[in-house]
Nanobody
Framework: QVQLVESGGGLVQPGGSLRLSCVAS????????MSWYRQGPGKERELVAH????????SYEASVKGRFTISRDNGKNTMYLQMNSLKPEDTAVYYC??????????WGQGTQVTISS
């Protein structure tokens, strides 16, 4: 079964950290580019970070650059998002995305991240 399963979300105070994980199954993980998206309350889904198949090419949305780090372990079929210095505006449901070379997308179910004191 082709699927992506996110975990690691939760409630943290401003300035705190979280590490999200996305475990892939049912497809050749190392052949797919991976991304994290998020959708905040009343907002459209936006791209947060992207990583190439080998893990050596990354890009970030401007507001998270320097605070978030995307990585992947192809041996474990897992992608990560290390989030530091979290802000209330980072509150959102975070989604894992896999995209093939032919632009076929796979989505996870999402994990809630809430930043609040």
């Amino acid at each position: 079964q082709v699927q992506l399963v996110e975990s690691g979300g939760g409630l943290v105070q401003p300035g705190g950290s979280l590490r999200l994980s996305c475990v892939a199954s049912g497809f050749i993980f190392s052949d797919w580019a991976m991304s994290w998206y998020r959708q905040g309350p009343g907002k459209e889904r936006e791209l947060v970070a992207h990583i190439g198949t080998a893990g050596d090419a990354t890009s970030y949305e401007a507001s998270v650059k320097g605070r978030f780090t995307i990585s992947r372990d192809n041996g474990k079929n897992t992608m990560y998002l290390q989030m530091n210095s979290l802000k209330p505006e980072d509150t959102a449901v975070y989604y894992c995305n896999a995209r093939s070379w032919s632009a076929h997308d796979i989505w996870g179910q999402g994990t809630q991240v809430t930043i609040s004191s």
